[in-house]
């Protein structure tokens, strides 16, 4: 059975530059996550999708970010203008259901310079 | 939303010792899970653990929900065992999403 997928693994950009992130869930899995870890600490929740619906988007900064899940498959997330402080690895992930065990993937390293 | 606290921060062990890490949440929890996140980034799931014990080879783990804390026990340690250990906990007032905390820093030597 295939991971999550995630794209790019790496990316530097200049601040005020826009990036995008792609994200491919594990086949069958209606929720999916995307999460901020910063060097350091734990990952914290941006968004979370059942099927394409958002369920939570309460820790998203609605100002830069925004994020869409097509016919409750991929999903893309996006920064747009990056802050020097949004330097961080995100990640990925799905699961089964609503509160289930999420399954990660490798996740995408950001740098904003 | 929920605070979990970990403790230790940060662990050396000698390979082969006997450790214990500990998850203080903050309020009433149905969704308690323990993760490793490897050197190279990769986070994966240890345990679902919302209470009981439970035990996976040399890893087990056991949640008293009534007194808000969960611990994570490593035996005879290995240098894979390297890492970060992340204990996450939810309910339904945080919208099941689940919260991490800051995490455990293993390191394991030969």
């Known amino acids: 059975e295939a991971g999550v997928a995630q794209s790019p693994r790496y990316k530097i950009i200049e601040k005020r530059q826009s990036v995008a992130f792609w994200c491919n869930p594990i086949s069958g899995h209606a929720t999916l996550y995307w999460y901020q870890q910063i060097l350091g600490q734990g990952p914290k929740l941006l968004i979370q999708?059942?099927?394409?619906?958002?369920?939570?988007d309460s820790q998203l900064p609605k100002d830069r970010f925004s994020a869409e899940r097509l016919k409750g498959v991929d999903s893309t997330l996006k920064i747009q203008p990056a802050k020097l402080e949004d330097s961080a690895v995100y990640l990925c992930?799905?699961?089964?259901?609503?509160?289930?065990?999420?399954?990660f993937g490798p996740g995408t390293r950001l740098t904003v310079l | 939303g929920i605070q979990v606290e970990q403790s230790p921060p940060d662990l050396i062990l000698q390979e082969g010792a006997n450790s214990t890490l500990r998850c203080n949440f903050s309020d009433s929890v149905n969704n308690l899970q323990w993760f490793h996140q490897n050197p190279w980034g990769q986070l994966i799931n240890l345990f679902y653990i919302p209470s009981g014990t439970k035990q996976n080879g040399r890893l087990s783990a056991t949640t008293v929900a009534t007194e808000r804390y969960s611990l994570l026990y490593i035996s005879s340690s290995q240098t894979t065992d390297s890492g970060v250990y992340f204990c996450a906990a939810s309910n339904s007032n945080s919208g099941y999403a689940l919260n991490f905390g800051k995490g455990t820093s293993l390191l394991v030597t030969p």
């Open positions: 992930a799905s699961s089964l259901g609503y509160a289930g065990i999420p399954f």
């Open positions: 999708f059942q099927n394409n619906g958002v369920v939570d």
